[in-house]
């Protein structure tokens, strides 16, 4: 099986940056693309950015274009999220996700993915 950690969420300044990460067990993790999505409060998860595990390309949604940096370390299957300017509607839960199916057309859709992780608390305050 494949397990997804994230970590290093908390409570955060607006303006201010943070790094969340996920870490992914299994000496065979091979996906083919990695994303973050976040839920906030009362609203559908929502696409934040993806990156191939490959090539590395990414790809971000326009609401955190320019502020956040999604990259990998494929050597220690890791995956992080670098979020600077933060914005208090940047606030909700962070979930990293694993596509183990072949490259995708689509990495915007939940459904595009196979495993999750628990989801980590990213909280911006005004």
């Known amino acids: 099986q494949v397990q997804l950690v994230e970590s290093g969420g908390g409570l955060v300044q607006a303006e201010n940056s943070l790094t969340i990460s996920c870490a992914a067990t299994g000496r065979t993790f091979s996906p083919t693309a990695m994303g973050w999505f976040r839920q906030a409060p009362g609203k559908e998860r929502e696409f934040v950015a993806a990156?191939?595990?490959?090539?590395?390309?990414?790809l971000y949604a326009d609401s955190v274009r320019g502020r956040f940096t999604i990259s990998r370390d494929n050597a220690k299957n890791t995956v992080s999220l670098q979020m600077k300017t933060l914005k208090p509607e940047d606030t909700a839960v962070y979930y990293c996700a694993a596509r183990m199916r072949d490259e995708a057309i689509v990495v915007v859709t939940t459904r595009s993915y196979d495993y999750w992780g628990q989801g980590t608390q990213v909280t911006v305050s005004s």
């Open positions: 990156i191939t595990w490959n090539r590395g390309s990414t």
